[in-house]
């Protein structure tokens, strides 16, 4: 037996209330409130499939036996390949190419395992014109066009496929429940219905989801705890390179990166991003830093410009980092360099607009905005790694010794770095030369004294 019950919905961030308020109380949107209407099942309903709790030593370890993605740079952001019986949530802005890098994989994939994509917002027609301009090989890639959950789910066991693709989750309908496509409640639960199906038949599930207009996961947050891991593609209208990013994964390491390029016929793996990110001309103002994403470490150019303040308060702009970090670094170049900054503004940049939040970036920031400030190219083919500490100090960031490693692979000569626990000269057999520096004033010394 199950009975309708009337409730409350944030369409933002998924609160549920009794009552309707104009305002919701937890993410402060307004008119984001929706009624609907959610069946209550029965407390007598049977339990199918239950299990008695076991300890650790009764359960047998197996090895997880992971399977291609078709993309070395997508098999990187899961951690190594997609684990069957996972649910991995791809999101974007409209048009970023989410349909067209799982397209391409699942056709990559079909070669050697079943799959189906289920296509909830395209024709059948629509998807071939896609899969056409693609340039795709495959023949076995079986395509499902169908809004309806349970026909969804019937056609999924139907064809047992080994990996499964919803394109998208807000265009699904379960027809059980009175709300509408796309809202809180049916995102929810035809994702918690299609989860379990991939649990219990060991089948690995891709779900597309599509963005809000803050740029959260439309779902929004429940979405993102019910599946194993959530990955996110960037980019931008203007430039044609592509950035997927692991935001949760529980087979491998959070905030991986992977980058494609967007060429006529679907996305391109890019195997070296130091070309994007990087200009090897040595000029005032612009810095190298080995920054990490994941267990990636890749070079960013970093840019600054600064230049005579007209206003009373001078201006503080960034690309790619943090203004709070700018505002923090300032005020260490001001209190421990001896250098007055009130009287200019001050642009910071990153290579390719790449958003960085490793803070081992902020020496590279700071020597950048010295060397612009001089007017003096900073040392060549060099690069600057480390966190500045509020008293000046230059402080070790995550590893290092890694970042150091990709240096010497791209052919940088020098590299300054804090103070190393272990002599690594004999490791790199003098291929680099590493510079150990304490403090703030050190590094500008060394970087800037030409």
Not at 57 to 63: A, D, T, V, Y
Request: glycine fraction near 8%.
């Amino acid at each position: 037996m199950s009975s309708k019950l009337s409730t409350f919905i944030c369409q933002n961030c998924g609160t549920e209330t009794s009552q309707y308020f104009g305002k919701c109380l937890s993410c402060n949107s307004w008119n984001s409130i929706v009624e609907e209407m959610k069946s209550k099942r029965s407390k007598n309903q049977d339990i199918k499939n239950s299990q008695k709790a076991i300890p650790f030593n009764e359960i047998s370890s197996k090895k997880i036996s992971r399977f291609t993605s078709g993309f070395n740079e997508f098999d990187r952001v899961l951690g190594g390949g997609i684990v069957p019986g996972s649910v991995v949530l791809l999101g974007g802005e409209p048009g970023i190419g989410k349909s067209t890098i799982v397209l391409q994989s699942a056709g990559k994939i079909s070669l050697n395992e079943k799959v189906l994509y289920v296509t909830a917002e395209e024709s059948l027609e629509q998807v071939k014109i896609r899969w056409e301009r693609l340039d795709q090989k495959s023949i076995d890639l079986k395509i499902f066009a169908e809004t309806n959950l349970y026909l969804i789910i019937e056609e999924i066991k139907r064809v047992n496929p080994c990996f499964a693709i919803i394109d998208s989750i807000q265009a699904i309908h379960n027809h059980e429940m009175e709300s509408s496509q796309g809202s809180v409640s049916q995102v929810r639960e035809c994702s918690s219905e299609l989860q379990n199906l991939a649990k219990q038949n060991n089948i690995a599930l891709l779900i597309i989801g599509h963005v809000t207009k803050d740029g959260a996961l439309a779902g929004p947050k429940t979405l993102e705890h019910l599946v194993d891991v959530v990955i996110n593609f960037e980019g931008d209208k203007i430039s044609s390179h592509r950035l997927l990013r692991s935001i949760k994964n529980r087979f491998g390491s959070t905030f991986e990166i992977g980058i494609f390029e967007m060429l006529e016929k679907g996305l391109k793996e890019v195997k070296n991003p130091t070309s994007i990110f990087t200009n090897k001309e040595n000029i005032s103002g612009v810095t190298t830093t080995i920054t990490n994403e994941g267990t990636r470490p890749f070079a960013v150019d970093i840019q600054a410009l600064v230049n005579k303040t007209f206003y009373s308060n001078p201006r503080r702009t960034t690309t790619g980092i943090s203004i709070n970090r700018l505002h923090q670094i300032l005020a260490v170049i001001e209190k421990h360099v001896g250098i007055k900054l009130a009287e200019f503004d001050c642009y910071i940049a990153t290579g390719g607009g790449f958003e960085i939040n490793d803070p081992s970036s902020d020496l590279g920031v700071a020597i950048s905005i010295l060397s612009s400030l001089k007017n003096i190219p900073p040392l060549a083919n060099s690069s600057f790694i480390g966190e500045l500490g509020l008293s000046g100090q230059v402080r070790k960031s995550n590893n290092l010794r890694a970042k150091i490693e990709e240096a010497a692979r791209l052919g940088i000569k020098n590299v300054i770095v804090p103070i190393l626990d272990e002599d690594l000269n004999d490791h790199f057999q003098n291929s680099i030369n590493i510079k150990e520096i304490s403090n703030i004033k050190e590094a500008v010394k060394y970087a800037l004294s030409q």
